[in-house]
């Protein structure tokens, strides 16, 4: 299983902070195309994506037990 | 976590981010404190709501702290960001970096509050009189082409 | 003269010099802290000694205030420098600077401390480990030409 | 009468902080000479000088009450 968080306007349009998945094997393009979609979630090219933490590019690969965050252009300070 | 950098849902103490870059090597403090706006043009917000990734957010303000102290010789910095509901003029996010010199304690506190509007996973939401919206331009007024962090800056941590 | 610009014996607190320019208005603060740093180069300071020639200080410190308040929209500053015998480690200086962006505030905090070495009238007595000096260079490492503020910086009081 | 301040290194030069004169209708650097020099005060041409709390050139003349200080190069911050 593999976590997906959720923040800010996309929390909302998801309606949850987290859901579990079974994305193993899967790269982050298709985990955006399959459960940002899901969620009408436009833009998805502005949301960014970090796995366990760190930031990681679109074809980067899902293992089991990772932590997928969607994060959508920041504004903190 | 590095204790010179945290998130909080309480009023921050800006003396506790100064203490802990004060050091006998140092002449020069800079600090940088970011407080919640009444007005922006003529649209006036009534409280603001903070969001973040915590522990998340506090690695990559420790990853800025360590990209200062690549950039600027011997400094020391502190940053801490207030999340949940901050009325105004409530602190949202104090940076302090100590320097030998005061050049660079000035360099180095613009250079982070620019990489925390850039990469550090926190969201601020608007509450205006007129409705709410969650802020999206990382930079401000600054529109920038680059909205995904380079390789290198997501790498660096 | 102005609660915003002042010369002290006590300790300063930074909190206090902050809290005159918080306002709804603005969303940055940028504050520079001078501190008693212990090495010059090899050369170790033990203590400093400042004096001021305090009522003419504290006008200049007003002046400098108002020259960012006539370059940088919308600003508020505060200065508050302290005399006396301080020891390593301990604040000489806060300059405080409230503005509706962040930009003009880091500009603005750096102008006044270049400005305060150049026509405030505070002078500091080094205690080095080897003997005493009066320090003398108005901006430390940088030379300048210029000793004498121009005409037009003497009479804009 | 006029009022004569100095500070830091002129004060210990001087070895007062304050002395009264008789200099109304002299100029600022007839001031410098006379009562610089006295105290063998070098680099006289460092030293500005303030009448009443307010930067003034060497050609400013005195008027009976002035409140002159001279100023050695700041180093304040």
Known sequence: ???LLFFAELQESVGKEKISVEAAGMTVQELKNTYLRKYDIQNTENVMVAINE???TDNSILVDGDVVAFIPPVSGG | MDKNYWITTDPIDVQAAINQVVRPEAGAISTFIG???????DKRTLYLEYQAYASMAEKKMLQIGTEIE???KDTQTAIVHRIGRLDISDVAVVIAVSTPHRNDAFEAS???IERIKEIVPIWKKEHWEDGT???GDQKEQISY???IPSKEEMNNG
Chains 1, 4 share one sequence.
């Not at chain 2, 407080?35 to 922006?40: K, N």
């Open chain 2, 35 to 41: 407080t919640v706006r009444e007005f922006t043009k």
């Open chain 1, 54 to 56: 760190e930031y990681v």
């Open chain 2, 110 to 112: 613009r250079y982070a």
């Open chain 2, 70 to 72: 690549a950039k600027w």
């Open chain 2, 145 to 147: 082409e680059k909205k």
């Open chain 1, 1 to 3: 299983m593999v976590d």
């Open chain 2, 133 to 135: 919206s969650w802020i």
